[in-house]
């Protein structure tokens, strides 16, 4: 397995920070993650683990205001920066893959990142796949965030693994602040139940169904377009299902699933 780091420009001049992990032979397709709220590209370790050795190329960058990258600590002006910073991230991914199918994976804050991305961008995706994420129904608010305007983050809701949530809390690139004004986020949350029903590429929604992930994510799978689309669902397991005791069993449905996509 090949690591490798880089930087790239993004929207009105960011300099953000990327890393891939590659196999040792022509990958098979590429996975490309947008990481979810306050955390970072290097905490995907089991999808890496897992996907690389079986032949494909991983890519993830860190967000503006996220890890390595430039910006206030998780601001972002306008939610459209994300997907501007993701398009000109792709662009770079498919240079160094010209002939390779991507997919793009995306978790929590990412997942709506992806969705918003999809509807730009599907005809140069050959799939989607959603962890964490989910969407309100038409009309309805989308519920409160699991974080107050004056504290931090309570880790209890992302895993059940003790390991994880101490190597969350001692991570320094993961943000521990408390929640900042994020109108963006809000609006687009709210605009995502009207146009989801545009994507019609294949989808893989999957969630824990520990917390209010499980829910939200059956919404999306009803309004979603897609007519290939596929809803995973995992009793008890909580926000990050990669990072979750049953990774192992998340990631081969994954693997199935993208298997069946090649």
Known sequence: MQHKEGNFKGYKDFNLYYQCWLPEEKPKAVLLIAHG?????????????HFVPKGYAVYALDHRGHGRSDGERVQVDDFSDYTKDLKTFFNIVRKENPAEKIFLIG?????????????????????????????????????????TSNQPLNTAFLSRDPAVIEAYVNDPLVYRGPMPQRSAMSSMRSRLPEQVPQIKLPVLIMAGNGGADGARSQVLYEYIGSEDKTLKLYEELLHEIFNEPEH?????????????HL
């Open 107 to 147: 978790h929590s804050m990412g997942s709506a990142i992806s969705l918003a991305y999809t509807l730009e961008y599907q005809q140069e995706l050959a799939g989607l796949v959603t962890s964490g994420g989910g969407i309100a129904r038409p009309g309805e608010t989308p519920p409160p965030r699991p974080r």
């Open 248 to 260: 192992p069993i998340v990631m081969a449905d994954m693997e199935a699933w993208l298997e069946a």
């Open 37 to 49: 709220f306050a955390e970072h590209s290097g905490r995907y370790g089991n999808v890496v683990n």
